[in-house]
């Protein structure tokens, strides 16, 4: 199985940009699709973008589209997650998560890998 390594959190300002990295170990990393979701304090932890196998689709939650680049480098074996033109609503913890499956779940508890997750803080 897959074991996955988030970093590039941070605190930046209202309309900045951060750049998030999910470093995967393991064998085949190809095989998997995968995403990654955020948990706001006192909120469930919900779908933000995902990517197939192969870097041939790509899916986000509605109110990061424009803002948000989930990319992924195979050869790597890494996942990216760009954030652009950030708010304070975007605040919470980022997890990278992987399914070995051809589709993209948007739901948590379909996805058999997690990294421990990074603090993406947005001040006003």
């Known amino acids: 199985q897959v074991q996955l390594v988030e970093s590039g959190g941070g605190l930046v300002q209202a309309g900045g940009s951060l750049r998030l990295s999910c470093a995967a170990s393991?064998?085949?990393?190809?095989?998997?699709?995968m995403g990654w979701f955020r948990q706001a304090p006192g909120k469930e932890r919900e779908f933000v973008a995902g990517?197939?196998?192969?870097?041939?689709?790509?899916y986000y939650l509605n109110s990061v589209k424009g803002r948000f680049t989930i990319s992924r480098d195979n050869a790597k074996n890494t996942v990216y997650l760009q954030m652009n033109s950030l708010t304070p609503e975007d605040t919470a913890v980022y997890y990278c998560?992987?399914?070995?499956?051809?589709?993209?779940?948007?739901?948590?508890?379909?996805?058999?890998?997690w990294g421990q997750g990074t603090q993406v803080t947005v001040s006003s």
């Open positions: 998560a992987a399914v070995r499956s051809y589709y993209v779940p948007s739901t948590s508890s379909a996805y058999d890998a």
């Open positions: 393991g064998r085949a990393f190809s095989t998997y699709a």
């Open positions: 990517i197939t196998r192969n870097g041939g689709s790509t």
